[in-house]
């Protein structure tokens, strides 16, 4: 072949049409020996998407609060000319705060229970770092997954054991959160015809019934001795682990009194934390447009709940809408104004809860910097 020959054939090559690509391709491609694997198309949209929900987050929660407060604008301004009650704010500023530190002590205990090194200081220290971070992460439970790092770098004996203990408080805050909402309706069982209220009781109802089921069976000494479990402890990579925290499960069996306290103090600190709801709504003399006392403990861990599994950093929006719903449609005497009226105290409980972070954050920084002096002044080379 002459070289004009060549060179007109391969600009031939080079000027034909592409051939379109097929979703055949892409799998014969990334399904052929000797080549890499590729990644699929909805494998790179599902990382689009989780890499543009993290600077995503806050814009759609704040859009979320603004579309709120547009929507009930009109109510807002008869809501402005009332003046606010001081002690009524002040009222639930301490039972919203005094709330936030019964958790804290719950979590001590279900460590202390596990006999690992950890002083109340640690757990307060720790847990506002957990509080403040609810408004980093997804969820307004999203600071448990910094709060169990934290703690399994600090026990590094038991890390597993340490970072389950997380989880487990976590679990028995909601398990008690079911429990008041689902007594609380027992006095309200004429909101049940609603269907959105209907479901959430029977939710509520669900989950206390369901929890205190399977907290009563993982008390049962029989539970974590059974031939199915021990055999999960043998697992490759993950079976360490989970024979580290059936050994957990065992020291709570031996020491119950530690799980009953548990559920005690989160009964008594969400009825605490429902109750600063109902205060603030009285510092903003809602009056008629919003739900009574035993209303709110039985609508409030409804608009709780959805603010825990939403994924918007600290539940913004989800809460304040959410409770705007429960307060339409709870009963009160002025429903036309009572979304608003629910907007407005979510707003308030979530200055008083914003106010608390801040001064969490302020304790973090004192006791961090004190804790560091105490281990410098501790070390070896001081001696």
Not at 82 to 111: D, H, K, M, N, Q
Not at 117 to 125: C, K
Request: proline share 5%; net charge positive; hydrophobic share 50%.
């Amino acid at each position: 072949m002459s070289v004009e020959n060549a060179v007109t054939e391969r600009w031939r090559v080079n000027l034909q049409p592409a051939r379109k690509l097929r979703w055949t391709d892409a799998l014969n491609e990334s399904t052929s020996p000797g080549r890499p694997p590729t990644t699929s198309a909805t494998a790179r949209m599902l990382t689009v998407v989780k890499q543009s929900w993290k600077w995503m987050r806050w814009p759609t929660a704040v859009g979320l609060l603004a579309y709120l407060c547009v929507m009930h604008r009109d109510q807002f301004e008869e809501l402005s000319q009332r003046s606010i009650e001081p002690l009524y704010l002040g009222i639930a500023f301490v039972l919203c705060g005094g709330s936030i530190l019964l958790t804290f002590l719950r979590w001590f205990l279900l460590v202390w229970g596990q006999d690992l090194p950890f002083r109340v200081s640690d757990a307060i220290r720790l847990g506002f770092v957990g509080y403040l971070f609810n408004y980093v992460a997804p969820g307004a439970a999203g600071g448990d997954i910094v709060k169990a790092v934290m703690i399994a770098r600090q026990q590094q004996s038991r890390r597993t054991v340490a970072a389950a203990t997380v989880l487990l408080d976590r679990i028995l805050g909601v398990l008690a959160l079911f429990m008041v909402g689902a007594c609380a309706s027992l006095l309200h069982r004429d909101l049940w015809s609603h269907p959105v209220i209907g479901m959430s009781v029977g939710v509520l109802w669900g989950g206390a019934v369901g929890g205190l089921i399977g907290l009563l069976m993982l008390m049962h000494p029989v539970v974590p001795r059974w031939n199915w479990i021990q055999a999960m402890t043998r697992w490759k990579y993950v079976g360490r682990p989970l024979g580290d925290i059936i050994h957990g499960i065992i020291l709570y069996q031996s020491r119950r009194n530690v799980l009953i306290a548990a559920v005690g103090i989160s009964l008594l600190g969400h009825i605490g934390m429902l109750s600063s709801f109902y205060f603030c709504s009285m510092a903003l003399q809602t009056g008629d447009a919003a739900p009574g006392y035993t209303a709110h403990l039985m609508l409030i861990p409804s608009a709780e709940l959805a603010s825990v599994f939403i994924p918007l950093p600290g539940g913004v929006g989800v809460l304040e809408g959410a409770v705007a719903y429960v307060y339409e449609h709870g009963g009160a005497v002025k429903p036309e104004a009572a979304g608003a009226a629910g907007l407005a105290t979510a707003l308030a409980y979530r200055v008083l809860s914003v106010a608390l972070a801040i001064i969490g954050a302020a304790y973090y920084m004192v006791s961090r910097s004190e804790f560091g002096a105490v281990l410098a002044s501790d070390s070896p080379g001081d001696t």
